[in-house]
C-alpha cells in the first residue's frame, strides 16, 4: 500500500468548490485511487477511483496528474451536507486489505 | 440492495460477557471486512474474509472471534472485552474474486460500550 499524506482539515462555504490534494509519492504501476466519505457515526461511502487523467461522477471528480505521484478530488458547489471525513486510498484495487489513513476533515459553513 | 445491515446497532456489555455482532450483504459480495474506529481515527481493519476464508487478521487479540459461515454472514464474537474496546465496529462488502475489491459498501456499524 502506498504511504498517502492528505491535510488534516479544510474549511468551505456553501457554493464553493473544494478541492482536496493526496500525495502519493511512492504509487505502484498497479496502484488505483481510491476515495471515501465519511459522515459522524456512519460506515464510509465509497466516492470516486481513478487510475489516471481524470474521473467524473456524479458525486465528484478525480484529477491525476502523468506522474501520478498526487491526485485532487474536487467537489462541486459545496452544501452542508458535504461536511465529512474524506479518505484518499491508493492500492492495487484487487488487494483485499483495504486499509485507511488519516483523512481530511471537510467542513462547509452557510 | 446495496445494503450492508449490522446488529444490533447498540451494545452494551461487561468485561465477562459473551456476545456477538452481526453482519449481512445480499449482493453476492464474495470479501467481507470488520473494522473498529475509535472517535476521530480513521476506521482500522481487523479482518477480511475472502470467499469465507479467513484471509487477513491485523493482529487482532484473540477476545476478538470472527466467523463467516455463509457468503452472506460475519460475525464477530466478543469476549473478555476491556473498556478500551469500546469503539464503533463497522463491517464491510465488496465484490472480490475479479471484480474491485476497493469499491466496498460500509454498513453503519455497531457502537460498543464496554463497561
Known amino acids: 500500500l502506498a504511504k498517502t499524506t492528505q491535510p488534516i482539515s479544510m474549511d468551505s462555504y456553501e457554493g464553493q468548490e473544494v478541492n482536496i490534494t493526496c500525495s502519493h509519492n511512492?504509487?505502484?504501476?498497479?496502484?488505483?485511487i481510491t476515495w471515501y466519505q465519511q459522515f459522524p457515526s456512519q460506515g464510509p461511502r465509497f466516492i470516486i477511483q481513478g487510475y489516471k487523467t481524470k474521473v467524473t461522477n456524479e458525486v465528484a471528480s478525480l484529477f491525476i496528474p502523468a506522474d501520478r505521484k498526487s491526485s485532487t478530488l474536487s467537489l462541486p458547489r459545496v452544501s452542508l451536507s458535504d461536511t465529512a471525513v474524506y479518505y484518499c486510498l491508493v492500492g492495487d484495487p484487487n488487494d483485499y486489505k483495504l486499509s485507511f489513513g488519516a483523512g481530511t476533515t471537510v467542513t462547509v459553513r452557510a | 440492495d446495496t445494503e450492508v445491515t449490522q446488529t444490533p446497532k447498540h451494545l452494551v456489555m461487561g468485561m465477562t460477557n459473551k456476545k456477538s455482532l452481526k453482519c449481512e450483504q445480499h449482493?453476492?459480495?464474495?470479501?467481507m471486512y470488520w473494522y473498529k474506529q475509535k472517535a476521530k481515527k480513521p476506521p482500522e481493519l481487523m479482518f477480511v474474509y475472502s470467499y469465507e476464508k479467513l484471509s487477513i487478521n491485523e493482529s487482532v487479540p484473540s477476545r476478538f472471534s470472527p466467523e463467516c459461515p455463509n457468503s452472506s454472514l460475519l460475525n464477530l464474537h466478543l469476549h473478555a472485552l476491556q473498556p478500551e474496546d469500546s469503539a464503533l465496529y463497522l463491517c464491510a462488502s465488496s465484490q472480490g474474486g475479479e471484480g474491485p475489491v476497493w469499491r466496498a459498501f460500509f454498513g453503519q456499524g455497531t457502537r460498543l460500550t464496554v463497561v
Open positions: 449482493m453476492g459480495h464474495r470479501a
Open positions: 511512492n504509487i505502484a504501476t498497479n496502484d488505483y
